[in-house]
């Protein structure tokens, strides 16, 4: 038995970054204000870890849009899984070439593209889905804030959000 309402801990969930953030400075503001010396660096040290948790929890729930809509997203050694009711499939994050927003769907969806592959779509309210942010993040040239702003800014049509260079492209070479 919970004393917690289901509505209350889902919110604190969405919220643990910034939360846990939050905690993590205020007990270094304690160190810092309260015994000094060693522990008061220690202090320091902890209030700029909580801020910058803080920050990137603030950015994760930008990211959050829910995770009751339909399918779940999977994330396993580089390799993106969408397992969707009606659709689904995979791409490698090496072949990835293309990533847009298209808030024109209902609810919105990421597109994924590869060549010679049909585009992955995945809801943004898919189960799952937070699991995108951080493989976004690690492509070459993503602007975080463009992402968040996307998401965020009512659009009427599709926007890419990152494309991959040329030069970013592997190629096989014999010599």
């Known amino acids: 038995m919970s004393f917690v309402r289901p509505e209350a801990r889902a919110a604190i969930w969405r919220w643990r970054e ?3 953030g939050s905690g993590v400075a205020l007990l ?3 160190w810092v204000l309260g015994p000094g010396g060693l522990l008061g ?3 320091w040290l902890l209030i700029i870890a909580g801020v910058a948790l803080v920050v990137v929890g603030i950015q994760r729930v930008r990211f959050r849009a829910g995770s009751d809509g339909q399918g779940v997203v999977q994330v396993d050694e580089g390799q993106i899984t969408y397992f969707g009711p009606l659709t689904g499939g995979s791409v490698a ?3 990835l070439t293309l990533i847009r927003l298209d808030p024109t769907m209902k609810p919105a969806h990421w597109v994924l593209e590869q060549p010679t592959q049909v585009p992955l779509l995945i809801p943004v309210d898919a189960t799952g889905v937070d699991a995108l942010f951080d493989v976004f993040a690690t492509l070459p040239g993503l602007r ?4 968040l702003s996307a998401l965020s800014a009512p659009s009427d049509h599709p ?3 990152w494309q ?3 030069t970013d492209i592997p190629v ?3 010599h």
Request: zero cysteines.
């Open 159 to 161: 926007r890419v959000i």
């Open 28 to 30: 270094g503001a304690s």
């Open 172 to 174: 096989a070479r014999l």
């Open 18 to 20: 910034v939360l846990i």
């Open 41 to 43: 660096w220690v202090g």
């Open 93 to 95: 994050l090496s072949d």
């Open 164 to 166: 991959r260079r040329f």
């Open 144 to 147: 975080t804030q463009t992402m």
